[in-house]
């Protein structure tokens, strides 16, 4: 199996598994907190969404991100700063994030998954070499770093969807 294929498939297993933890959530069980200093679904999907996007496009295509280009800030009622993606955030910040529609979210997290999967099927084992200028530092980082990265951050945003789905409406999240 090719190393582009292994990212592939820990990226979609990862989103299928997510999806299934949307499945029947309303609104108000997106926006659930289980308390103050934690994140809710719908925050949780919209930062994992804000870092595919911001690697995906800003980062290793040197493209412009869907959140600007295609006016989601605007659906979100956030300002088009590309480096918004809900790190750093404190307490009192969750707090004033205004959790957008169900429709708004989901459609902002498929037109991510569907510009990530365009660019993973253009790429190749040979394109992993290859550097890009990134965060921290604007220092040259292996492209496979930034993916690697891509990779965990999913899968560790994805496991707290499923684990909040499980607390607020019980199995249903798993693969």
Known sequence: ?????VIKTALER???????????LDDATLAQQPNANSNSVAWLLWHMTRVVDTFVNSRLQSKPQL?????WHQKFGLNDDPGQTGQGMSSEDLAAWTTPSRDV???YYEAVK????DYLTSLKDADLSGSV??????????VSDLLGILVYDNVVH???IAYLRGY????????
Request: proline letters at 6%; hydrophobic letters at 40%; aromatic letters at 10%.
């Open 1 to 5: 199996m090719a190393a582009t294929d």
């Open 14 to 24: 990862n989103w299928g598994m997510v999806d299934r933890a949307l499945e029947g």
């Open 67 to 71: 959140w600007v280009q295609d006016g």
């Open 105 to 107: 979210l989901l459609g």
């Open 114 to 117: 569907t510009s990530a999967r």
């Open 133 to 142: 200028v990134a965060p921290p530092g604007n220092e040259s980082r292996p």
């Open 158 to 160: 994805g496991g707290q």
């Open 168 to 175: 607020y409406r019980g199995m249903g999240w798993f693969v």
